[in-house]
């Protein structure tokens, strides 16, 4: 039963990420300046965690959803409820590697 609950909540974030991409969100990467220059899903945009409070009132100006992602999916999930915080229709990616895979 947790199996079915785990794919459940899995297969239906995959398809919100196609969603939200069909629609031309934004991918913000949240990692560090060093992590995002080794390597990065072309297009996206580098906003460090720390920064995501300052700019969340421009991220809210692009008018776009957006797919947070970082090296695992922890800083990206943090990002992601700061910015739910401010309105902001977003979808925690995960893991920038996987998260291309799924695009």
Not at 5 to 18: A, H, M, Q, V, W
Not at 38 to 55: C, E, M, R, V
């Amino acid at each position: 039963k947790t199996m079915g609950l785990f794919s459940f909540l899995f297969g239906n974030k995959n398809n919100n990420i196609k969603d939200f991409a069909k629609r031309g969100a934004i991918i913000v990467d949240v990692r560090s300046k060093a992590e995002y220059a080794s390597g990065a899903i072309p297009g996206s945009k580098h906003i460090d965690l720390q920064d995501i409070p300052n700019q969340a009132n421009m991220i809210k100006n692009w008018n776009l959803p957006i797919i947070t992602c970082c090296l695992s999916g922890g800083r990206s999930g943090r990002a992601a409820k700061i910015l739910k915080q401010h309105n902001i229709e977003v979808i925690n990616g995960g893991g920038w590697q996987s998260l291309y895979k799924k695009l």
